[in-house]
């Protein structure tokens, strides 16, 4: 029996918090059945998750990005922008598109919030396998 095989987007853009989903999907589901994409930031993950799609290799594809406000309201429109593409992929392909895109309305620079989200982005990642597995069945 072969087993499924996951696709893991993650965007760049504050990685040392996005990348702890990654991590918390690895601990549902082993490395060997994970094939993990890099992409610049949240707006690009969309078509990273269209051509994995269309492979035909992946039960599921998820995606993580945290999208933060930086004062300026273009958060909303990357944020909306990501989560309408990744559900068009899913929709358009028939291979199930999770997202672990959080866009926080607080989001500070410090120590503490990274923290936070750190911890948080396991949990996430932890549910996105469980989603992708779930799905896969």
Known sequence: ??????????????GEIVDRTLDGFLTEIPKAQV???DVP???????MAQRL??????AAIACAA?????GIYRHDFVASAVVDGLMR??????VPVLSVSLTPHHFQET???KAIYKDHFVIKGQ?????????AA
């Open 1 to 14: 029996m072969t087993l499924p095989q996951f696709a893991f987007i993650k965007a760049g853009w504050h």
């Open 35 to 37: 094939s993990v994409f």
């Open 41 to 47: 930031g949240a707006f690009e993950m969309p078509l």
């Open 53 to 58: 799609a269309k492979t035909g290799e992946y």
């Open 66 to 70: 945290l999208v933060v406000d930086g």
């Open 89 to 94: 992929v899913g929709l358009d392909t028939n």
């Open 111 to 113: 120590e503490h919030h």
């Open 127 to 135: 549910e996105a396998a469980k989603a992708a597995l779930m799905l």
